[in-house]
């Protein structure tokens, strides 16, 4: 800017910033999201190529405008091929710049935005997984005070157990396994008090020490097992939790009537497949197998 007269170098300036920022903010604005996110790839570039061209023009026809500002010992010269192509690298630069900008800036918003919708989708699909069996389990539990205190006193300490698990736990993105099982026996404890002909088995073999889940892991998948099972005739429900070669697999098998019909395991199971789609996108598997007498289902974790 030093070839302009002293009075006019800050009016210079502005207009140079203003004519550099014409690539960027059309890029950002314009290009990017009607052309480029929508792969219009070869308009992009064309309309780019006419962008640069209109611009290097435009210093062409102007040139004259800005004579009388300069030193009077001073004078434009033609424009030589190396001005052209440093011209033109320029305009290059600032439109890939601008696009690298814009891009990550799209990518960072849009990994915010889905990282808040997944906690937010996480903490309403565990809000759909507590427990239904609450105010029954109070009604067992009024008539036990009059008949069986200490079975009273156990269904208690059970169900405190169950609704601290619920109210502390829930929040924590991944529990000892553990905790998750002994919530899961409590559970089957308490629904055995409502169906005296359950017949339940849960073996769990192998150390399940240092081992961690998300919790409400296991419970949607006994919960469709007593909710879905066969009570007009032997009612059962088989749980299997054990770990081999790093895989930590639950196996969930329960009786069926005929009146149940196919119910692929209710909105539970749909609930649990969505959590562990978030939760362990490439580390999971999951095989149901259902037949006129029973419901199986099966996960393995990758731990």
Known sequence: MKEYQPAWQPLMRAIALLFLLVVP????YYFIPSLLLKARYKAYIVSSCILF????????????????????????????????LVFYILMVFLLAASTAVSLLGQWLENHYYRAAYLKTELENLKKQLSP???????????VLIYTDQHQASEVVHRLSGLLRYQLYLTSNKMIPLQQEITMVQDFLFLEKL????LDITFEVEGSM?????????????????????????????????????????????????AAQGSYKGGSGLKNICRRLEILYPSNHAISISESSTQFSVEITLHI
Not at 25 to 28: L, Q
Not at 76 to 82: D, E, H, L, Q, R
Not at 132 to 142: A, G, M, P, Q, V
Not at 222 to 236: G, I, L, S
């Open 194 to 197: 409502r169906h005296d002909k």
């Open 25 to 28: 903010y059309t890029n950002i």
């Open 132 to 142: 239904h069996f609450l105010f029954n389990t109070l009604n067992n539990l009024d």
């Open 53 to 84: 061209t209109w611009l290097f023009l435009l210093t062409i026809w102007t040139r004259s405008w800005f004579v009388p500002l300069m030193k009077s010992e001073i004078t434009f010269i033609s424009y030589t091929v190396k001005d052209v």
């Open 209 to 257: 020490e240092n081992i961690e889940v998300p919790p409400l892991l296991l419970l949607p998948f006994v919960e469709n097992a007593v909710k879905h099972n066969d009570y007009e005739r032997q009612p059962t429900i088989r749980l299997q939790l054990f770990m081999e070669a790093r895989r930590l697999i639950f196996r969930c098998v329960n009786a069926v009537g």
